[in-house]
């Protein structure tokens, strides 16, 4: 059984970091803060499986604290900003300017 | 019995597995925000709820089941909070006003 | 076994991935995302080293409020600080440094004999007379009190460090500029429901620390968390920062580690030596104000000084 899930395990990962892609690409704050997470669901399933199946102590707690924080990068994000940063990618910084 | 049990740890993990993938995928290939944003918060959530319940006859009861079940509903909790703050910020920006409530 | 060993091969050839982009990224805020995700990753490696402890540091502080920590920066920056990336030049010295101390570290670690010199055995052996079960507790609370110690004056130090940049008419005032102006059902929702459940996690977590992966560090950072969710939704207001009460739960935790490290010279004849019977109690009490205090900190220095929202 814990063959499986281990490799269970890997397949969840391999799978959100394809999502890693999003977090690169964007284009917009919204779409690399989704992609976040994604990582961070797919990360918790992962250690659920992986602790299960290594009977290891605390990887559920470190799971059950990454749920917890979940939310936490997008309130701060969304609350900070107006919507138009939210979805606006900010205008690649200029080349040196001249004084 | 113990069969049957992970039988069904096996089917439900792997039914997890393919909502994850549905996410990424999603997220990587439907068309605007919006959208990618539905992708992710259903698709993962559901993932990771299936890969709980698959995961509930091979743990401890009750403390080990139970923290396995508060984990999902917290992450529900987490998804539900996500996707309407970006929503709301996304639609907003896009229409100029507030969305219907 | 090679599976492992290609899992782990894949995660680090990710995270150096994922460290590359950050450091190239164009804009604050995608760095910020990325930095998080690496964090993330990087918990990921602690624990497949069977360093949980250092798995759960790294999830709560390292990514998570570290992470909001930095958001917060990138939005308070002017538009045009972009334009004030420094010089190629700069950049690459920068660069060639890092790759050097990075070289240097690899260096150490591949020169080690094998097996690699370690006092484990020596710390594992005693544990049992302090009443733990939990190593890294042991290590941090006992052998290395004193590290533990100066670490919980940095924070109170920190904090003192972002007080003072507040202007002087706001000085003792409430740091006010967390609060969403709209928050919105959802995001209230959030903070009325989660709170409980986290206060349950950070209880639970410097409790298990004394047998379990947990500790002072881990459940004070997610109770920070979870008040900083209530400032953010505008349930609760941060406290005056010239308040006595905010200030006594601010230093009680190294306060009492300090009281306890120095009756250690008549209980136990040294500096933070425990006396052998009482040992567990004390250190639980040290660790409870050390929670306490640690949570009221982070979520202070996330409130940033005080002075209301711009």
């Known amino acids: 059984m814990s063959e499986f899930l281990l490799v269970a395990a890997l397949c969840v990962l391999g799978t959100v970091a394809l999502g890693l892609v999003a977090i690169l690409r964007g284009p917009t704050p919204a779409d690399r803060l989704s992609a976040a997470q994604l990582l961070g669901t797919g990360g918790v399933a992962a250690l659920l499986l992986l602790g299960v199946a290594t009977d290891t102590a605390g990887v559920t707690d470190l799971a059950l604290v990454l749920a917890l924080l979940a939310a936490f990068a997008a309130v701060a994000f969304v609350t900070q900003r107006t919507p138009a940063d939210v979805v606006a990618e900010p205008a690649s910084p200029p080349a040196q300017e001249p004084e | 019995m113990t069969l049957a049990l992970n039988v069904f740890t096996i089917v439900a993990v792997v039914l997890g597995l393919v909502f994850f993938l549905a996410g990424t995928v999603g997220l990587l290939r439907f068309p605007d925000t919006l959208t990618r944003l539905h992708a992710l918060t259903k698709a993962d959530n559901l993932g990771l709820g299936l890969v709980v319940l698959g995961l509930l006859p091979q743990v401890a009861w009750p403390f080990g089941g139970l923290k396995l079940i508060a984990l999902w509903l917290l992450a529900l909790l987490a998804g539900a909070t996500v996707g309407p703050l970006l929503g709301h910020a996304v639609w907003t920006h896009a229409r100029g006003r507030e969305p219907p409530p | ?310």
Not at chain 3, 94 to 118: F, H, R
Not at chain 3, 156 to 176: K, N, Q, T
Not at chain 3, 242 to 255: C, D, E, K, W
């Open chain 3, 1 to 310: 076994m090679s599976l492992a060993l290609a899992a782990d091969a894949g995660l680090a050839l990710l995270i150096l991935g994922l460290a590359v982009w950050t450091t190239i990224a164009r804009t604050a805020f995608g760095a910020v995302i990325g930095f998080m995700a690496y964090g993330f990753l990087v918990a990921l490696v602690w624990v497949r080293l069977a360093a949980v402890d250092v798995a759960l540091t790294e999830a709560a502080l390292g990514s998570g409020l570290t992470g909001v920590l930095l958001l917060g920066a990138a939005a308070r920056l002017p538009r045009d600080a972009a334009a004030a990336r420094p010089g190629w030049g700069l950049r690459l010295a920068a660069g060639v440094v890092s790759a050097a101390v990075a070289a240097g570290l690899a260096a150490v670690v591949l020169l080690l004999p094998v097996p690699g010199p370690t006092l484990a055995p020596v710390a594992t052996a005693t544990l049992p007379t302090l009443g733990l079960g939990n190593p890294v507790t042991g290590v941090l609370i006992a052998y290395r009190a004193i590290d533990t110690l100066l670490e919980s004056v940095v924070l109170v130090l920190a904090l003192i460090g972002l007080w003072s940049l507040a202007r002087d008419e706001d000085w003792g005032g409430r740091p006010d500029a967390l609060r969403a102006a709209n928050p919105g059902a959802a995001l209230v929702l959030l903070a009325q429901v989660l709170p409980p459940l986290g206060l349950l996690v950070g209880v639970h977590l410097f409790w298990t620390g004394a047998i379990a992966p947990g500790g002072a560090f881990q459940g004070g950072t997610v109770l920070a968390a979870m008040w900083v969710l209530t400032l953010v939704a505008g349930l609760t207001r941060p406290p005056r920062v010239g308040g006595r009460g905010v200030r006594l739960l601010l230093v009680a935790g190294p306060a009492l580690f300090l009281a306890i490290g120095v009756a250690g010279f008549w209980l136990g004849g040294a500096f933070l030596a425990y006396p052998a019977a009482d040992a567990k109690p004390l250190i639980l009490a040290i660790e409870a104000a050390l929670t306490l205090s640690i949570a009221v900190a982070l979520g202070l220095l996330l409130a940033g000084p005080p002075g209301a929202r711009e």
